[in-house]
């Protein structure tokens, strides 16, 4: 076992403190009873993108004057001398980069003899949060959606059947009148695009048993650009691969995971102009690991398709998984409901960055699972 003394000198603890704040995720800013900065570890000096010696003996209150939600912590640790904890979301508003989601705390720091040497503010990225706040609100909506699908599918697919069986029927009554067997033709092709919103509707409602077997990732994303490649329709698209080839199968439905990523791909294709430019990647995360009771917990594998599109306003971008939303003027709007269902059913996750006229990043994880886990 490995101790830690103070035997050396008092220096020695100073820099292991040093060492112990700066490891941490945590943002920490030490405040002294005048509220100028007295440190910033290097998770602070990220969140709020200021260096140390920009932030050092700068006035908390001026450097943050427009998080009163932030300050208003500060000043109960610092009169009151006690803690608190902000759990509600605000956002932090940087000076070069996006607000972030966090949430705050404050507490007074004493010194031995018990007088108040200032306050210890610390902020916590809660971006994770909002992101597991948003599956849990897709998941929500999907289940929704189950009793509508159920409902739906049995009202309308077997009058559906009857009234394109009427139109083959009078179809072929109509062989000499082609001017009128026209319209029989129009009434069979719509009932079949009904009939296929029915049975995208039906996956998500009743989707079948997952065929567990060993999926190659790269063949999967490898075929489906192949085949882009071919039906671009006039389009100069330039795929930019980035596949790690050493990532070796995972866990997962062949079948499902081909129609995740070809959706997926198929909207960013739709994305880019004449001229665009698509990247995807592959990759080990091992930031993040998803836990299952009894089991080691597992690294995620990432795949990342990256279009340089029109991207999508802020606006619409907490809606586009809602069933049947589309921007698209053919399109059913269950592609991105269909591809969270088939994530979630995988114990994945999906996240979509985007910025209007620059582009859209839809990350995919999906756990590195390379044996069976009994369900």
Known sequence: MTTITNANSD??????ATCVINSTNEAIIVIDENYCIMLMNQAAQAMIGLSASQGSNNDIRNLLKQQQSIIYVVDIAMHEGRSISDRETIQLLRPHSSALPIQTSASP????????????????????????EQDVQ?????????????????????????????????????????ELREYTQIMIKETDRINGIIEELM??????????????????????????????????????????????????????????????????CEAVKTDGN???????????????????PVPFVVVKIIDDGAGIPPA????????????????TGLGLAISQKIINDHDGMLQIESTPEQGTCCSIYLPFRRTLVAQ
Do not use: C, W
């Not at 490649?229 to 062949?254: E, H, R, T, W, Y």
């Not at 907490?318 to 049947?324: A, S």
């Open 203 to 268: 996956d998500l409602s009743t989707p079948r048993t997952k065929e567990l077997t060993q999926v190659n990732l790269t063949q999967i994303i490898n075929d489906i650009i192949l085949l882009q490649a071919q039906s671009k329709n006039g389009q100069k698209i330039q795929f930019n691969m980035q596949l790690d080839p050493s990532i070796p199968p995972i866990v997962g439905d062949q079948t499902l995971l081909t129609r995740l990523f070809l959706n997926v791909i198929k909207n960013a």
């Open 316 to 331: 619409l971008l907490h809606t586009i998984f809602t069933p049947f939303f589309t921007t698209k003027s053919n399109g």
């Open 278 to 296: 698509i990247t995807v990647s592959t990759r080990i995360d091992t930031e993040h690991h998803l836990s299952t009771q009894g089991h080691t």
């Open 138 to 178: 897709r998941t929500e909506r999907l289940g929704m959606l189950d009793t509508l699908a159920a409902g739906l599918a049995h009202e309308v697919k077997n009058p559906l059947s009857g009234i394109r069986g009427a139109a083959q029927l009078l179809s072929m009554e109509l062989e000499q009148r082609p």
């Open 11 to 16: 220096h020695s603890i100073e820099h292991l």
């Open 109 to 132: 720091l004493y010194a031995d003899n018990g007088t108040q040497l200032g306050v210890i503010l610390s902020l916590h990225d809660a971006s994770n949060i909002k992101q597991l």
